[in-house]
């Protein structure tokens, strides 16, 4: 049985791994700085590549597995939306 961690994080970015799969960049106040795996997400029916755009706030549950963090599920967070928009606000 793995443990399921959630917490709030933004995503700094994110590189293709396969066809379907996507590893991100996230910054957590909890867990520092993590890659995580999320398998399938690059399809059109994935439920979480919407809420994993780059620079979004966002409150996601992880799992650890032997070799990497998993992501399980997202949740947009509204608390930084501007700051996607603004190239001042980003600097």
Known sequence: MYRTY????????SRDAGEANKYYFLLTRELGLIHAFA???R?????????????SY????LVRGKEKWRLTSVVPLPELDGLKNSGEKKK
């Open 58 to 61: 966002v409150k996601v549950s």
């Open 43 to 55: 399809e059109l029916k994935s439920k979480l590549r919407y809420s994993l755009a780059e620079l």
């Open 39 to 41: 398998q399938g997400v």
């Open 6 to 13: 959630t917490t709030e994080a933004v995503v700094l970015g």
